[in-house]
């Protein structure tokens, strides 16, 4: 079925190095985010858009991680330099509005 | 800042018995409340919300403002209700805030 795509799905680093994620969220899904998970914990989120605007990234570590959505279709997630304290999984969610409804498979991040 | 508490971490019950798996909010206003689910080797999905006030897979949750609760019930436990619950919580213009989750076991 077409649901939520992210790539890849598993990634190992050294501390310092960058990292990118990919998301496609469902077709036509106007709301897309992007939640840190680390073991242990509930879903965080990091960056919300609606189309190509942020609606919030509070949570966003500005400083180290960065995202977009060109085209307010599929987005980016980037972390430059990762830390230690990055190892998660990324989850890539999208709805029509409201509540995040479907989420993907996420990318497993390992930062040694 | 709003808060979700899901006090127990793990929930073991015997298949056939009820189950209820509790959250917490601290909130005084009118929250939405959520209830989400991942089975093993599966996506993070979302099981029910509570302005809909539906029953979705035998499980309901009741939104109890005066205790602050929306607990996440099922009369019948099946085995495959095994997998991880997360209750969330999000205000008006707000962000979706995560319990730490509960991972419920479901025995033969």
């Known amino acids: 079925e077409a649901g939520v795509a992210q790539s890849p799905r598993y990634k190992i680093i050294e501390k310092r190095q960058s990292v990118a994620f990919w998301c496609n969220p469902i077709s036509g899904h106007a709301t897309l985010y992007w939640y840190q998970q680390i073991l242990g914990q509930g879903p965080k989120l990091l960056i919300q858009f609606q189309n190509n605007g942020v609606v919030d990234d509070s949570q966003l570590p500005k400083d180290r991680f960065s995202a977009e959505r060109l085209k307010g279709v599929d987005s980016t997630l980037k972390i430059q330099p990762a830390k230690l304290e990055d190892s998660a999984v990324y989850l890539c969610?999208?709805?029509?509005?409201?509540?995040?409804?479907?989420f993907g498979p996420g990318t497993r991040l390992l930062v040694l | 800042a709003q808060r979700v508490t899901q006090p127990e971490k793990l929930l073991s019950v015997f298949k056939g018995a009820p189950v209820e798996l509790k959250c917490n909010y601290s909130?005084?206003?009118?929250?939405?409340l959520f209830w989400y689910v991942q089975y093993s080797r599966q996506r993070l999905q979302l099981l029910l919300r509570?302005?809909s006030r539906e029953s979705i897979k035998g499980f309901t949750a009741d939104l109890n403002k005066g205790e602050t609760s929306f607990h996440l019930k099922k009369p019948f436990a099946q085995e495959e209700d095994s997998a991880m619950y997360y209750c969330a919580l999000r205000l008006i213009y707000e962000k979706l805030v995560f319990g730490k989750g509960t991972k419920l076991t479901v025995n033969p």
């Open positions: 969610a999208s709805s029509l509005g409201g509540a995040p409804q479907y």
């Open positions: 909130y005084s206003g009118s929250p939405e």
């Open positions: 509570h302005i």
